[in-house]
């Protein structure tokens, strides 16, 4: 069968599924319907084979066997499938989700931009029709009031015939299709502008909602609510915890084991995306006190520039109205995401409840008694001393244990099973512990595993493989692992229901995936540059009549004694050596300077001059000891 063919054949056992559980009063996607198959063909207890094509009794099976899951009641393991399809489906960043909203917006206004760029309006009525429909526009992009409240509109009119007054719509039409896109988008912002100024300033605001106040009211609502919802469910983690280890202790089998199980899966898997709720909430805060702090600013600057002045150029009040529409355009961003942030909080209690209603506090409040129940801080603080950590053992030599001391960026370390224990997972039967990373995070085959304490540390170092194995065949079992311990490179069918677009996509041969490298020569052909190339027809025809006119030349040689005997001579010569020569030691001499002084040049009383020579040099001797 070709991949064609069995994607074919899969959308059509999906289709069938689905269909055979609206019949029975329950509507399922096929994105759940598609995991379903997936997990069904997984479980090993099923005997399916993947290596092989299925048959028509397999498919019967096979249907039958995802039928009865999606229809099962009371079913912890089944809401948290459904809890994951739910949130990977409706979740995204902030980033993707801000840019689908504005695409969305954008399509939505799409009809109202073309009306208006491919307007060809002449008359006077045409033209204040159009004039009408800019203002619409810039109302609904802006989302400051309703196009249909008669005092937001004349507003809205006014602040547009202030900086585009209608006569300029002939200019406007000659503009191109994208141009007058461009046009509308900035006049938008000015005019979002001058009406946030204008509300500021007490002289109009109608239909402009105070976000900042509304965000910070709603804000902390949202906040406690996570939190609270988020302590609800560490507390039955505790309960269950609890529950596991005295059955593990004494071998008690109330209530059903593997019913405790997934109700602790089901609460971990709700504790996680609380958690990533409760930090978008936390993102959206830091947010809006720097939107609050710009947003200050802003005002302060625009009416240091306006007061009371008649006239200012548009130069300079622009840019900053400009810059308050962004601003306020953010706080609008922040109110959808904390709407979509509070929708799906409350939109994933439902996948809860099954757990709460089979183990219910009539059943578990005996049950408890005399057991200490440890939140996950607790059992982390107590092994968090230097006693509680891995030592170096000779038989570690092949592994590696991380510390924060010894370990840059240790506390982002990509952590295996999101943090949790493969150890207790393992020996425990799908017990989720949080791992102490302070205990030593073990690196094997560039992952990081971390643990609940030193002993648990050392028996899966002993032998990582055969714990990881464990692992993933609990994940067959309870397939709602493989989303909350992100287990998809261990299982190669099974990719996150996000990205999960074409359902025919599923029953396959898992690929055998390896690193590989190959190294190419840079020019692997010789090149072949022919000097004498020509490309114009006329020099090569230039070229070809001088060939033909040589054919008919004789060309001669002459050599003479002197150039028989000639040749070239090459001499080689080593340059001289440069050398130093240096004394022991080093010395010198001062002599006296010569001094002769002449007495008698002055004349005396006597007729004649009579000149004599003195001689006032010193003496050798004389002269060193005054130098001494």
């Given amino acids: 069968m070709s991949r064609a063919q069995a994607e074919s054949v899969i959308k059509n056992i999906i289709r069938e599924i689905a269909q055979e559980c609206a019949v029975k009063g329950q509507a399922v996607s096929e994105t759940l319907v598609a995991f379903m198959v997936k997990a069904v063909v997984l479980d090993p207890d099923n005997q399916f084979n993947v290596e092989r094509t299925l048959t028509k009794d397999d498919v019967q099976k096979l249907i039958k066997t995802c039928v009865d899951r999606l229809l099962m009641s009371a079913s912890p393991s089944l809401d948290t499938i459904k809890m994951q399809v739910y949130f990977d489906m409706n979740y995204t960043n902030r980033n993707e989700f801000l840019e689908e909203h504005k695409r969305v917006l954008e399509s939505r206004l799409q009809p109202v931009m073309r009306e208006i760029t491919d307007s060809r309006a002449r008359t006077r009525e045409e033209l204040e029709g159009l004039y009408r429909k800019i203002v619409s526009c810039v109302l609904l992009r802006s989302g ?4 249909t409240d008669i005092s937001v509109v004349r507003e809205a009119t006014a602040a547009l015939q202030s900086v585009f007054p209608q006569t300029e719509l002939g200019t406007f039409m000659s503009l191109t299709k994208r141009d007058k896109e461009r046009q509308l988008r900035e006049l938008t912002q000015i005019v979002t502008g001058i009406r946030l100024f204008n509300k500021e300033c ?27 919802e988020l302590n609800s469910t ?28 997934q109700a602790v899966i089901n609460c971990r898997q709700h504790e996680a995306f ?3 709720l409760l930090n978008d909430v936390v993102v959206a805060t830091d947010q809006v006190n720097t939107l609050e702090r710009d947003l200050r600013s802003v005002l302060i600057q625009l009416q240091n520039t306006i007061q009371s002045k008649t006239a200012v150029p548009t130069n300079q009040v622009y840019p900053k109205f400009i810059s308050l529409a962004k601003i306020w355009t953010g706080f609008q961003d922040e109110m959808v995401l904390l709407s979509v942030i509070s929708n799906i909080q ?18 578990l409040q005996p049950l408890l008694t005399g057991l200490i129940l440890r939140t ?27 510390f924060p001391e010894t370990t840059r960026n240790f506390s982002q370390l990509p952590l295996q099973y999101k943090g949790f224990c493969g150890y207790s997972i393992a020996v425990h039967d799908r017990l989720l512990l949080p791992g102490n990373p302070l205990v030593g995070v073990l690196r094997y085959k560039d992952h990081f595993f971390c643990f609940t304490s030193k002993e648990a540390a050392v028996k899966f170092a002993a032998d990582p493989d055969r714990y990881i194995a464990h692992i993933a065949e609990a994940a067959k079992r309870s397939p709602e692992l493989i989303q909350l311990l992100e287990l998809h490179m261990q299982f190669s069918t099974i990719t996150p229901y996000g990205k999960s677009a074409e359902p025919g996509h ?33 020099e090569m025809r230039r070229k070809a009549i001088k060939l033909a006119n040589l054919r008919t030349r004789i060309t001669h040689s002459v050599q003479t004694d002197g150039s028989n005997f000639r040749r070239n001579n090459a001499t080689q ?12 030691r080093e010395k010198g001499t001062s002599v006296p300077k010569p001094s002769v002084f002449i007495a008698g040049l002055r004349g005396c009383k006597s007729q004649t001059t009579e000149a004599y020579k003195v001689d006032l040099t010193l003496d050798v001797n004389t002269h060193n000891d005054i130098c001494d």
Avoid: C
């Fill in 144 to 147: 400051l009031g309703s196009p």
């Fill in 202 to 228: 007490g002289k109009g605001g109608e239909g402009i909602d105070n976000l900042p106040s509304i965000l910070n009211e709603a804000i902390p609502s949202a906040t406690m609510n996570i939190e609270n």
């Fill in 234 to 261: 560490r507390l039955f983690i505790s309960r269950y915890t609890a529950l596991i280890e005295r059955q593990n202790a004494e071998l008690l089998e109330e209530p059903e084991p593997d019913m405790l199980r």
């Fill in 274 to 276: 609380l958690k990533v």
């Fill in 346 to 363: 409350a939109n994933l209690e439902p996948f809860t409840r099954s757990h709460k209603e089979v183990l219910q506090d009539s059943v």
């Fill in 376 to 402: 996950d801080e607790e059992r982390i603080a107590e092994t968090s001393g230097l006693d509680g950590r891995v030592e170096h053992a000779p038989h570690f030599k092949n592994l590696e244990f991380l």
């Fill in 506 to 538: 599923m029953i396959e041969k898992p690929l055998t995936k390896r690193d590989s490298g190959i190294q190419t020569e840079v020019h692997p052909i010789e090149s072949n540059i022919d000097p004498d190339y020509e490309w114009n027809e006329w």
């Fill in 573 to 584: 010569i080593y340059l001289p050596k440069t050398q130093d020569t240096q004394t022991k």
